[in-house]
């Protein structure tokens, strides 16, 4: 009975957050940005007991979200959680292009049907439910246009305030929707990180709480949960590759973070998938990191591209991308507005999928990487589609 009622209120196996730089713990009932050590100012990783024995043919009977996985997710009271059934998407086979898939299996985990239309309803799900337990009254967030519509949904079911800066040069759907769910809406004349800059420099005087890509540590346990779905999906075998279109890198960094606790849990082997950052040619930082063979990357803003998603100068946490990319033995590849327009089309008409601008970067990224035989024969690839093209079509030619 004891038992019972325990895990009723607390059944989370959350122990701390911990800084992968320089080790530092913190209290993962405080409410935590990034690091606090002097000179280091990392992302933080929630950390978990994963010695407990933990059988994972219990998943089968849970729903069909991200919630299912709950012991290895943070939220303490699941009263807290702010859900609208985010997750479990579906992994649809590409059938109808055998000249293009010839000798792999070429699969799309497809995020287009997530509440608000994109894989960041997985991220802020978990903020906004983790922000409700520690007391949050008003969130904050830079975007390049997905996560703001997504905070503007959660903040609504939640009953907490949010903020939205949005460059001007996102599609009006994207802002229209933050004003349906009653956000606060700024646009500003610029690129994702001077809308961070901004609302860094006013957070503390406004009592905001900034969940900014990696500046928040629960983002990233939300995003992680498409690890798990992988996995699982798959039947617990890896796939040979998974191709992941990269801004702040969050998704990346947390299907491999998902990859480890599976291990340590004993769901899954050492084997691993190699990583492909897939970049727009606009922001292709991290392509010319691996190039150069450096471990940190540059700031680079080429301006407008289509994958609004994509518009991510310098990731916050650029260096943990980079040594994801290395551990996995995988790569980083940019791809132009004018390929992923193809690319979009290609699979509405061939497929009938409509994917983001940002998931047809991947599918791009696929053939160039099989043609330069990056990918052989026999592997089976994974590609992320992280959002609904019905968003962007004011970004898309339509002329076709
Ligand atoms: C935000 C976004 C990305 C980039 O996500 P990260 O995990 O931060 O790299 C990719 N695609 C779409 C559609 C997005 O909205
Ligand atoms: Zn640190």
Same mark, same amino acid.
């Given at each position: 009975m004891e038992n019972l009622l325990a895990s009723n209120i607390a059944d989370t196996f959350l122990t701390q957050l911990q800084c992968p730089q320089c080790g530092a713990v913190y209290a993962a009932s405080d409410l935590n940005t990034v690091c606090r050590t002097e000179g280091c100012h990392s992302t933080l990783f929630a950390h978990y007991n994963t010695t407990v024995h933990f059988d994972?043919?219990?998943?089968?009977?849970? =729903? @069909? %979200?991200?919630?299912?996985?709950r012991e290895i997710?943070?939220?303490?009271? =699941? @009263? %807290?959680i702010v859900t609208l059934g985010e997750g479990f998407t579906p992994i649809i086979p590409i059938v109808n292009s055998p000249n293009v898939t010839e000798g792999n299996e070429l699969l799309i985990k497809n995020e287009a049907g997530n509440p608000t239309g994109s894989f960041k309803a997985r991220g802020i799900s978990m903020a906004v439910s983790k922000a409700k337990e520690l007391g949050v009254k008003t969130i904050a967030i830079p975007t390049a246009g997905n996560a703001g519509g997504a905070l503007s949904a959660y903040a609504a079911r939640a009953g907490i305030k949010a903020v939205v800066y949005m460059p001007?040069?996102?599609?009006a759907l994207f802002k229209d929707e933050c004003r349906l769910y009653g956000a606060d809406l700024v646009e500003v004349d610029g690129n994702i990180s001077d809308c961070g800059k901004l609302i860094h420099d006013q957070a503390a005087e406004k009592g905001w709480f900034p969940i900014s890509t990696l500046r928040e540590p629960y983002r990233l346990e939300g995003k992680k949960t498409m690890g798990y779905e992988i996995a699982e999906q798959l039947n617990w075998q890896l796939p040979d590759v998974i191709c992941y279109p990269t801004g702040g890198g969050t998704g990346l960094i947390g299907i491999w973070k998902a990859f480890d606790e599976m291990e340590q849990l004993g769901w899954i082997g050492s084997e691993r998938p190699r990583m492909v950052a897939v970049q727009s040619e606009s922001c292709n930082g991290i392509v010319n990191a691996i190039d150069n063979n450096s471990d940190s990357a540059s700031f680079i803003d080429g301006g407008f591209t289509i994958a609004n998603g994509l518009?991510?100068?310098?990731?916050?946490a650029d260096r943990i991308i980079i040594k994801v990319l290395r551990e996995s033995r995988g790569t980083a590849i940019a791809i132009s507005d004018r390929e992923m327009q193809a690319g979009v089309r290609e699979l509405a008409i061939n497929e009938g999928l409509f994917v983001a601008p940002e998931g047809a970067a991947l599918w791009q990224a696929y053939k160039k990487l099989k043609a330069s035989g990056w990918i052989n024969y026999g592997e089976r690839v994974v590609l992320?589609?992280?959002?609904?093209?019905y968003k962007y079509l004011e970004n898309i030619d339509r002329h076709w």
């Amino acid at each position: 009975m004891e038992n019972l009622l325990a895990s009723n209120i607390a059944d989370t196996f959350l122990t701390q957050l911990q800084c992968p730089q320089c080790g530092a713990v913190y209290a993962a009932s405080d409410l935590n940005t990034v690091c606090r050590t002097e000179g280091c100012h990392s992302t933080l990783f929630a950390h978990y007991n994963t010695t407990v024995h933990f059988d994972k043919s219990v998943l089968r009977l849970r =729903p @069909a %979200n991200m919630w299912r996985y709950r012991e290895i997710l943070p939220v303490t009271n =699941p @009263a %807290n959680i702010v859900t609208l059934g985010e997750g479990f998407t579906p992994i649809i086979p590409i059938v109808n292009s055998p000249n293009v898939t010839e000798g792999n299996e070429l699969l799309i985990k497809n995020e287009a049907g997530n509440p608000t239309g994109s894989f960041k309803a997985r991220g802020i799900s978990m903020a906004v439910s983790k922000a409700k337990e520690l007391g949050v009254k008003t969130i904050a967030i830079p975007t390049a246009g997905n996560a703001g519509g997504a905070l503007s949904a959660y903040a609504a079911r939640a009953g907490i305030k949010a903020v939205v800066y949005m460059p001007q040069l996102t599609p009006a759907l994207f802002k229209d929707e933050c004003r349906l769910y009653g956000a606060d809406l700024v646009e500003v004349d610029g690129n994702i990180s001077d809308c961070g800059k901004l609302i860094h420099d006013q957070a503390a005087e406004k009592g905001w709480f900034p969940i900014s890509t990696l500046r928040e540590p629960y983002r990233l346990e939300g995003k992680k949960t498409m690890g798990y779905e992988i996995a699982e999906q798959l039947n617990w075998q890896l796939p040979d590759v998974i191709c992941y279109p990269t801004g702040g890198g969050t998704g990346l960094i947390g299907i491999w973070k998902a990859f480890d606790e599976m291990e340590q849990l004993g769901w899954i082997g050492s084997e691993r998938p190699r990583m492909v950052a897939v970049q727009s040619e606009s922001c292709n930082g991290i392509v010319n990191a691996i190039d150069n063979n450096s471990d940190s990357a540059s700031f680079i803003d080429g301006g407008f591209t289509i994958a609004n998603g994509l518009r991510v100068p310098k990731s916050y946490a650029d260096r943990i991308i980079i040594k994801v990319l290395r551990e996995s033995r995988g790569t980083a590849i940019a791809i132009s507005d004018r390929e992923m327009q193809a690319g979009v089309r290609e699979l509405a008409i061939n497929e009938g999928l409509f994917v983001a601008p940002e998931g047809a970067a991947l599918w791009q990224a696929y053939k160039k990487l099989k043609a330069s035989g990056w990918i052989n024969y026999g592997e089976r690839v994974v590609l992320v589609n992280t959002g609904s093209g019905y968003k962007y079509l004011e970004n898309i030619d339509r002329h076709w």
